[in-house]
């Protein structure tokens, strides 16, 4: 059985991984270009991404275990054939999604980004901080994510209004509403916090009409994907002040989906952007190594449509 790891803690898991599995032969590879000729015999393949061009060449591809919790990036490459099966690593961001949701929350009440450019001009101005305490926050998507945001925005004293595709018992949501209820809640909150991933269904969800809904006080957090979101719409109602701010940490495009250099984001004094980093932590490579273990064991074994996250293409 041959794997190749690509990550650049490729190495990492190899060195994990090989003292358990003396019957699988592990490749680690930094970078895509050095695969070469590897990618022929390759049955399973580790990864974030990779191109079309190297899939077509991976004629004995079996599985494709993604770091990613999201996985259209993978599953829209026009030669991945449908027999290979696809696992994803949700359900281990919780921790770095929320904490990265309060924190860009957090920075926008309270002016964050105007203190760091008064520090680096040596100016001092003080101002009433505004508080999380007793605002309203709405986070479209209940996953792993959105129940740790809701969690620790119960901590804050915040009001929760959930909204996802299916209904359940959430411990720290307040209010919930299905999909359609979305246009309720965005004219409701202060914050709405965006952690749904991207399909067909959620690509362009929070439009023009809904960001107009938004109240003029109110800021817009988007750490699950950039498609799901009018961005023509909400540049144009941070420049027009229709809504207090915004914290980008996903843009259109394919992750990690750089923003792009001459877009009017940058400048803005009421929006904070950041590279794609919410999912990022020190401790990744050991979030996703006992998912990735766990199926290699259950695939060794015969084992297919129960492998941990198993993505019904």
């Not at 929350?105 to 003080?126: T, V, Y």
């Amino acid at each position: 059985m041959q794997v190749i790891i690509l990550d650049e803690y490729a190495e990492y898991y190899k060195s994990k991984l090989k003292p358990c599995f003396h019957d699988v032969e592990f490749h680690a590879v930094l970078k895509e270009e050095e695969i070469g000729d590897l990618i022929e015999n390759a049955d399973i393949l580790m990864l974030f991404k990779i191109s079309d061009e190297t899939i077509r060449r991976a004629s004995k591809l079996k599985w494709i275990q993604a770091a990613t919790v999201g996985v259209d990036v993978i599953l829209k490459l026009p030669s991945l054939k449908e027999e290979v099966l696809v696992t994803s690593s949700r359900g281990i961001h919780g921790p770095q999604m929320s904490e990265m949701a309060v924190m860009l929350m957090i920075a926008l009440s309270r002016g964050f980004p105007q203190i760091i450019r008064n520090q680096e001009r040596k100016h001092w101005e003080r101002w009433p901080a505004k508080l999380l305490w007793q605002k309203k926050v709405g986070i479209l998507g209940l996953g792993i994510s959105g129940q740790a945001i809701a969690e620790k925005c119960k901590v804050f004293g915040m009001t929760v209004y959930g909204i996802n595709r299916t209904r359940k018992e959430f411990e720290n949501v307040d209010f919930y509403y299905p999909i359609d209820g979305l246009m309720d809640v965005i004219r409701e909150v202060d914050f709405f916090v965006i952690v749904m991933p991207s399909t067909p269904d959620t690509r362009g969800m929070v439009n023009a009409e809904a960001i107009a809904a938004m109240k003029p006080t109110s800021y817009l957090v988007n750490l699950g994907r950039g498609d799901l979101v009018d961005t023509e719409a909400l540049i144009d109602a941070l420049e027009s002040k229709k809504i207090a701010g915004a914290a980008l940490d996903v843009f259109p495009g394919s992750p990690p989906n750089p923003l792009t250099k001459d877009s009017p984001l940058w400048e803005m004094k009421n929006v904070i952007v950041t590279p794609n980093v919410a999912g990022m932590t020190d401790i990744y490579p050991d979030q996703i190594l006992p998912i990735f273990e766990e199926n290699l064991r259950r695939f060794l074994k015969g084992q297919r449509r129960d492998l941990i996250n198993f993505i019904e293409r």
